[in-house]
């Protein structure tokens, strides 16, 4: 009777311990999985900086983003390498300007969008009412959009889409995102109109390198003064250097300005022979470096470029 009671005491005993390991076991697996749960990041290839920060804003912890084009590089001029065909082929998305913003990569992008699903160009939820076509750039529009705080924010809506056809189950969070950022450039938006007004009316002219300006005069009040025109590509010649000149002093314009994607040395000889100050240096194509802080804004930033120009513009005219 003992040896049958001590038994059934030791059967007990070894079913609990078994269930209370299997149990266990069930904990730490539930443990595991939740721990090996992150959502796997959808692998991003950009351009330019303005929209590589547009994807990061939108996509938040849910992307990796890689910019083919860093701070001060010149899109209209760029060239794919190697290297970045290799990032476009991995990339799971691309998002890039559009409207002939990346002239010398049309080629490239073309061949991505046919063998790729996932190829957007961000400028392509702005209706085409609000596009300008200077008549210079033969038949095609201004790809300067980003300087209408209101436009950029449209291109909002594109990244979202694309990033939600890519990854349906993240739909809501995408547009979570991309609607408070968008609340964000609104503020911007009338940050800037606030600003702009801190000059008289007269005072509100820009000159600058290439034609880069357009959106941005005719949204926040500025006549727009260029040495080049919409693209880099187009040379200066001696004729219109001799032009603006004269235009400046005509004006009494107190300082013109320099890009951070242009070479400097025609504007600041425009310059002296006006006799007139370079005003600063300003974010045209291209953002500043991520991480470069200014007035508590990150130059790498969108809202840092824009912050950037426009009290550079406002303090040097004033
Ligand atoms: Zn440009």
């Avoid at 061949?111 to 596009?131: C, D, G, N, Q, W």
């Avoid at 314009?253 to 006799?275: C, L, N, W």
Wanted: hydrophobic share 40%.
């Amino acid at each position: 009777m003992t040896n049958i009671h001590s038994e059934n005491y030791l059967c007990s005993c070894l079913g609990f311990a078994r269930h209370l390991v299997s149990g266990l076991f069930v904990v730490f697996l539930s443990c595991l999985s939740l721990q090996a749960a992150p959502v796997k990041k959808i692998n991003v290839t950009t351009t330019v900086t303005m929209v590589t920060d547009l994807v990061k804003q939108v996509g938040g912890d849910r992307v990796e983003v890689r910019g083919l084009m860093g701070p001060g590089v010149d899109p209209h001029l760029y060239k794919a390498s190697a290297s970045d065909v290799v990032k476009l082929q991995q990339a799971e998305a691309i998002f890039y300007c559009g409207l002939l913003l990346e002239g010398k990569m049309q080629d490239i992008l073309a061949k991505m969008a046919r063998t790729k699903k996932f190829v957007y160009p961000v400028t392509e939820s702005i209706p085409v009412k609000r596009l300008l076509e200077p008549p210079e750039f033969a038949g095609h529009y201004d790809p300067h959009v980003w300087f209408d705080v209101t436009l950029w924010s449209m291109c909002v809506d594109t990244v979202v889409k694309g990033l939600s056809e890519f990854d349906p189950s993240s739909k809501a969070h995408f547009e979570q995102r991309g609607k408070e950022y968008k609340a964000r450039l609104e503020q911007l938006h009338d940050w800037a109109l606030k600003t702009s007004k801190e000059l008289p009316k007269d005072k509100r002219i820009l000159i600058t390198s290439h034609d880069a300006f357009n959106y941005f005069g005719k949204a926040y009040g500025f006549q727009v003064v260029a040495l080049q025109g919409i693209s880099t590509v187009t040379e200066t010649s001696p004729a219109d250097m001799v032009k603006l000149v004269e235009f400046i002093k005509k004006h009494k314009v107190k300082a013109i300005f320099v890009e951070s994607s242009v070479p400097h040395k025609t504007i600041e000889r425009v310059a002296a022979d006006a006799g007139v100050k370079v005003g600063g240096e300003l974010f045209s194509d291209a953002t500043g470096t991520p991480g470069q802080i200014e007035d508590g804004h990150d130059l790498g930033t969108y809202e840092g470029m824009i912050k950037h120009n426009l009290n550079t513009i406002v303090k040097a005219l004033k």
